[in-house]
């Protein structure tokens, strides 16, 4: 429970005084009214306030954002500014339409000159690199099980012109049998900063890529 004239940081959660502008623990702005330090015009802080900040492996962050009139729950990213920005939003536009499987549906796409932002489905539930730190390594059949679903799942993606050259365990969701992607772009560009799933599975097997 957040003590009265206390705020929560949506980093560390320690609790501060709210007439302060940042986290004194970890020097976190206080986002809940502001979303500007992120990237995101003051339209969308006016509608929507910021929930959590989910960090994802050197990629752009996950935020929660809850509507503060009804209450729904959204992710919101940036659009990339980079020369991939064309393919990137081709992909959205068509999740948008198609609902693809295993991708957050995506919600609202708001395109700028100097860059824009997209909502799509609150992906709130707990991440392949979250469940590792729980139970790691997750042992063979357990980490088989998992890794069988994930191949499923981009065969299925690899249908619709998805091609993920590498993997990164904080942008993978797991919800029992249930596999989703968090990352609509930085995983399907081939780059080498993830892990193929053959070194994947040996990883949440034993700890080891290699």
């Known amino acids: 429970m957040i003590r009265a004239g206390m705020t929560e940081c949506v980093i560390c959660s320690q609790q501060y005084p709210d007439v302060l502008s940042r986290c004194p623990t970890c020097g976190c702005p206080d986002y809940r009214y502001e979303?500007?330090?992120f990237g995101f015009p003051g339209s969308v802080g006016k509608s929507?306030?910021?929930v959590s900040v989910r960090l994802s492996g050197g990629t752009r962050p996950r935020l929660i954002?809850?509507?503060r009139a009804g209450g729904e729950r959204v992710s919101a990213a940036l659009l990339p500014k980079s020369r991939r920005r064309g393919a990137f939003l081709e992909k959205?536009?068509?999740?948008?339409?198609?609902?693809i499987p295993y991708l957050p549906q995506v919600l609202r796409i708001e395109e700028a000159e100097s860059g824009g932002y997209f909502f799509y489905q609150a992906v709130e539930a707990e991440t392949l690199a979250e469940l590792m730190?729980?139970?790691f390594p997750?042992?063979?059949s357990r980490a088989e099980?998992?890794?069988g679903h994930i191949m499923d799942a981009l065969d299925v993606l690899k249908q619709y012109g998805y091609e993920y050259g590498s993997l990164l365990p904080e942008q993978?969701?797991?919800r029992g049998t249930q596999i989703m992607f968090t990352d609509y772009g930085d995983g399907m560009t081939g780059r080498g900063d993830g892990m193929t799933i053959k070194e994947l599975r040996r990883y949440m097997a034993s700890g080891r890529a290699d």
Do not use: F, W
């Not at 959205?92 to 609902?99: D, F, I, N």
């Open 133 to 135: 730190e729980q139970e």
């Open 145 to 147: 099980e998992i890794a």
């Open 48 to 50: 929507y306030r910021l």
């Open 65 to 67: 954002l809850e509507n």
């Open 92 to 99: 959205l536009h068509l999740q948008r339409e198609l609902g």
């Open 172 to 174: 993978i969701v797991v």
């Open 138 to 140: 997750l042992g063979g």
């Open 35 to 37: 979303l500007r330090e």
